[in-house]
């Protein structure tokens, strides 16, 4: 099995891509190895470049859809706090702090299934403000919007659309029956069609086999996603999910590296349910991860930025964007 994860490793470095037999052989192998190994591949192809962004809830609960692990769904009983669009002005407040205190990405985030056309509308005038005030980049998190408002965001100057395939097509429907998994990869399709960079990934512990998460990292691979949130399911009481039990540092940290294998010059970011890892997710660190959504998540407590910048600086990374501009520049720049 060792022999097997340094000739995987091997094909990865030299450019090959390994099929989803090969990602299963790997996720039996030897955890240190594979994550040692799985380390050395972000190194060879992301340096030790840390991409970190924060979010702000920015329209919160009554949401429509049914996804079993959502606090802010209309159909479970979790008394999430409720608001419709937050005001210009304090999505704006709250991206200078951001910027003040050194981070990349601030991404604005909606519940609902999408967004009516005069909610983007005043996005985009906030949007437009953000980017007059500070220097940080805008992504935007906001469902399933049509083409043309994905436009008209980008015009406003978002850089990035946030949209997760959640699991596998597969386990989808056991997860969601509101939308489909072609729901969302029309939307992400939509997106980069108007020049927007993607950011899609999904959850850890829904109840997916093995498979489920190796073909979710394969559906990403096939979009051509390059910035990979990986949250891992924090249970949250009155969803269908509360009895859930969490997943431990160890799955955690094997399903990065083999992420790591399948989508070897991506930002694999760890997203919501950090907190539940003794480590906080540290380890994932040196297993292949190289990103990470700093602060508050939706509806959870998260790790503050300044705990996470002392960290990455420990670690001996770089704080950087990744995003598409950065990555077609750093794969040409010989």
């Known amino acids: 099995m060792m022999d097997m994860v340094e000739k995987l490793k091997q094909k990865v470095l030299s450019g090959e891509r390994i099929g989803k037999e090969e990602a299963m052989v790997l996720y039996e192998a030897p955890l240190e190895q594979l994550c040692q190994s799985a380390d050395e591949i972000r190194k060879h ?18 949401c429509s859809e049914d996804c079993k692990y959502c606090a802010q769904s209309a159909h479970y009983p979790t008394k999430v706090e409720e608001y419709p669009l937050l005001s210009k002005e304090e999505i704006v407040t709250w991206a200078k702090y951001n910027d003040e205190k050194g981070v990349l990405r601030y991404s604005i985030v909606t519940s609902g299934k999408t967004l009516s056309d005069q909610e983007v509308e005043e ?18 998190s906001l469902g399933l919007l049509k083409e043309e408002q994905f436009q008209k965001l980008k015009d406003a100057g978002v850089s990035r659309i946030h949209n997760n395939l959640e699991t596998s097509k597969r386990n989808f429907k056991n997860i969601c029956t509101t939308h489909t998994y072609e729901d969302k990869i029309k939307a992400i399709r939509s997106a980069k069609k108007v020049g927007l960079s993607v950011c899609s990934g999904g959850i850890l512990g829904l109840g997916e086999t093995i498979e489920d998460r190796i073909d979710l990292a394969l559906s990403l691979r096939e979009l051509g996603i390059r910035s990979v949130p990986v949250n891992v399911l924090n249970p949250i009481l009155g969803t269908p ?10 799955e955690v940290r094997r399903a990065v590296a083999v992420f790591r294998f399948l989508l070897p010059d991506a930002s694999i970011r760890l997203a919501g ?15 292949g991860a190289n990103a990470v959504i700093s602060g508050d998540m939706l509806t959870t407590a998260g790790i503050t930025v300044d705990n996470d910048l002392n960290m990455i ?3 001996g990374y770089r704080k950087e964007l990744w995003d598409d501009e950065r990555y077609f520049h750093h794969r040409n720049r010989d």
């Open 273 to 287: 349910g950090r907190g539940l890892l003794e480590d906080k997710g540290r380890s994932c660190f040196t297993s």
């Open 123 to 140: 996005l985009c005038e906030t949007v437009r403000q953000i980017r007059k005030e500070t220097e940080i980049a805008v992504c935007a």
């Open 45 to 62: 192809f992301c340096e030790n470049i840390f991409d970190i962004c924060t979010i702000i809830n920015g329209k919160s609960g009554r």
């Open 241 to 250: 999910y509360e009895n859930q039990t969490p997943l431990t540092m160890e």
């Open 313 to 315: 600086e420990e670690l």
